[in-house]
């Protein structure tokens, strides 16, 4: 391959357009083709990159100068776009959650592994700075509690919209909060077990819960706590929030700052991040998935553990993540 790594993107929506901003700052990055089945999404995006327009991904994947695809779209929608980017034999960054449901999300992992094809998905959050200090003040600890929330107001609004559908987007377990359950994976180990209570108190205008409360069990003997909301309305700050107790001290983290308690003293540490686009592109310019962080296989998991959760509430009983199939 040439230094010039060229680019499709199937799915134009908000999601889709941040990561091509990002990759026109990424050198030797290049969309030549963008995919909606919205045309008007796809012309917008075509105009902002200079690309040509599809509202047809298969139509879009028979160019024959694409190296690496994106595949930005509903949960509810993959599938058929994965395995048709496989069938093309080309490398493929997709958008967390990888699935709607298991059966999809291994078969879908099953040919990932038979392909040999580079993946990345998109849980952006593993390449801070952050994650790496934690990682390091962690490694050899040994953790006894960790503590999640994601708190925002998204579940408010149109009860028409996919996202707020439980049978499309399985809810903010699945669609939103796989964020911060993929983080205390990435941090503390493996979830083994989750016991699930769920409610709908406000928003009764969808079917989605709008409040989740969650105890975890992890492999290393550790326990931990989820807890979310769609209902409330006080900014975003709350999202993506780890407390993790270890030994003696203690951990906050987000995305940006990681606070360090330990010996009586409080450290701050505000660390900047690496770009997921820069690592994905690089990836594929070299023929080396070593960097990424999050290959298909791997964000098959955080997807098990949120349907575990989402079956729990609806059995009341405790779901082991072997389990999910």
């Given amino acids: 391959m040439s230094d010039m790594v060229n680019i499709g993107f199937i799915g134009c929506g908000g999601n889709a357009r941040g990561h091509m901003r990002r990759l026109a700052e990424v050198p030797g990055a290049r969309i030549v083709a963008v995919c909606d089945v919205v045309q008007d999404l796809a012309d917008q995006a075509a105009a902002e990159t200079g690309a040509t327009a599809y509202t047809d991904h298969r139509a879009m994947l028979e160019r024959s100068d694409l190296h690496a695809a994106y595949l930005s779209i509903p949960v509810f929608a993959h599938g058929a776009p994965e395995n048709d980017v496989i ?5 493929f960054l997709v958008e967390k959650p990888v699935a709607i449901d298991m059966p999809t999300a291994r078969a879908l992992e099953k040919r990932v592994r038979e392909s040999g094809l580079i993946t990345a998905v998109g849980y952006q959050l593993r390449y801070s700075g952050t994650a790496d200090l934690a990682r390091q003040l962690l490694a050899s600890a040994r953790v006894g509690l960790v503590s999640g929330r994601y708190w925002c107001a998204s579940g408010a609004g149109d009860p028409t919209r996919w996202l707020r559908q439980m049978a499309r987007s399985g809810g903010q377990l699945v669609e939103q909060a796989t964020h911060t359950i993929d983080m205390m994976r990435f941090l503390a180990g493996e979830i083994t077990e989750v016991h699930c209570a769920s409610a709908s108190q406000v928003l009764k205008e969808i079917d989605c819960p709008d409040f989740n409360a969650v105890n975890l069990k992890f492999a290393s003997g550790a326990v931990g706590s989820l807890t979310t909301s769609w209902a409330f309305a006080q900014g975003w700050s709350n999202t993506n929030v780890l407390d993790i107790l270890f030994e003696d001290q203690g951990l906050n983290w987000t995305y ?4 360090h308690l330990h010996g009586g003293q409080v450290e701050e540490h505000t660390l900047p991040t ?7 592109v690089d990836a594929v310019r070299n023929g080396d998935g070593s960097e990424i962080r999050s290959p298909y296989s791997d964000a098959v998991v955080s997807l098990a553990v949120s349907l575990a959760m989402n079956e729990s509430a609806r059995t009341g009983a405790p779901v082991r993540i072997s389990d999910m199939g």
């Fill in 87 to 91: 069938d093309r034999g080309i490398p």
């Fill in 256 to 259: 940006t700052r990681l606070t």
């Fill in 274 to 280: 690496r770009s997921i686009d820069q690592i994905f």
